[in-house]
């Protein structure tokens, strides 16, 4: 399979139901997923805390998509984000769409002037795309082996970090 077609490009509100499609696909076996990611998505979206949605369009059908959200860390910092969640077609893994689409997300947040950004995930794959573990910045429950974090400007705080009530069912 080639991907040499692969168009990464804004999400468009005509997007919803394929993303969520997307998002329901690529977590529906995932160990570590309590597949609620297409809801996260869509109680983000609904509540205007989407920061950079992207889709990846390979020959016209959207086959992955990432976006970002605002953090808060305590102590207080400002301009973090949280990267997540990521999801590409089953069919279409493998074939680093999704770091494609990570790669130019943490680019538009340097541009932005973030501070930085944290996820939750596989080390081996996140580590990667420039995310170390250990930094100081930790996630309740989240073991810290998986919680990563870059600082775009100066160091990763020691902070807890909160996420947006979406990705806890909540608007």
Request: proline content about 6%; hydrophobic content about 45%.
């Amino acid at each position: 399979m080639t991907v040499d077609s692969l168009v990464i490009r804004d999400e468009w509100p005509a997007d919803a139901d394929d993303v969520e499609n997307i998002l329901q696909a690529a977590f529906a076996d995932h160990p570590h997923s309590q597949q609620t990611e297409h809801l996260i998505v869509r109680r983000l979206r609904e509540a205007g805390e989407l920061v950079l949605p992207q889709v990846a369009v390979l020959d016209g059908t959207i086959v992955g998509h990432a976006t970002f959200s605002a953090v808060q860390l305590s102590p207080q910092h400002e301009g973090w984000y949280g990267l997540g969640p990521v999801a590409v077609a089953p069919a279409f893994q493998g074939h680093r769409i999704g770091s494609a689409l990570i790669d130019g997300g943490l680019r538009a947040l340097k541009a932005m002037g973030a501070a930085g950004c944290v996820v939750l995930g596989e080390p081996q794959f996140y580590r990667r795309l420039g995310f170390e573990r250990g930094l100081g910045v930790t996630f309740d429950g989240a073991p810290p082996e998986y919680f990563l974090a870059q600082a775009f400007r100066g160091t990763v705080p020691s902070a807890a970090v909160s996420y947006h009530p979406a990705f806890f069912g909540a608007d």
